[in-house]
């Protein structure tokens, strides 16, 4: 079984130094994803941080290789959304993709995210669910 990708190593160190210093805010961190049927880790997600002055928190997500394409990244995109959701401060989640990530940018749209319509300065294609 792969590991999860290096996107997954990164957000999990971002929120051990959080935790290290007193910036990290439960629930707004990493969470694994874990196959039921054999209750493997195959991946991660998780928020960026805690809501904006705005009211939203964006998510990200990765999953091994060998998991992708079972729609389990859409599972937990729309699980992790709700949680957020939940929180009154929390006006809406959003999502960022690489314009070649087509297949990331599917799984927010079955999770009910709509794509943002102006092209923002990063470069990046942006999603949003309130």
Do not use: K
């Not at 998780?46 to 992708?68: C, I, M």
């Amino acid at each position: 079984m792969e590991a999860p990708g290096p996107g997954v190593w990164e957000l999990a160190g971002i929120t051990a130094r959080a935790a290290e210093v007193g910036w990290y805010m439960p629930p707004w961190g990493l969470y694994v994803i874990v196959r039921s049927a054999d209750d493997r880790a195959i991946g991660g997600i998780g928020f960026h941080g805690p809501p904006s002055a705005t009211g939203e928190v964006e998510l990200g997500y990765e999953l091994a290789p060998v998991a992708r394409g079972a729609g389990y990244a859409t599972e937990a995109v729309r699980a992790l959304a709700a949680l957020g959701l939940t929180h009154s401060e929390v006006r809406a989640v959003t999502a960022r993709t690489a314009p070649a990530n087509t297949a990331s940018q599917a799984v927010l749209l079955r999770a009910g995210f709509a794509q943002v319509p102006v092209p923002p300065a990063d470069g990046m294609v942006h999603f949003r669910l309130s």
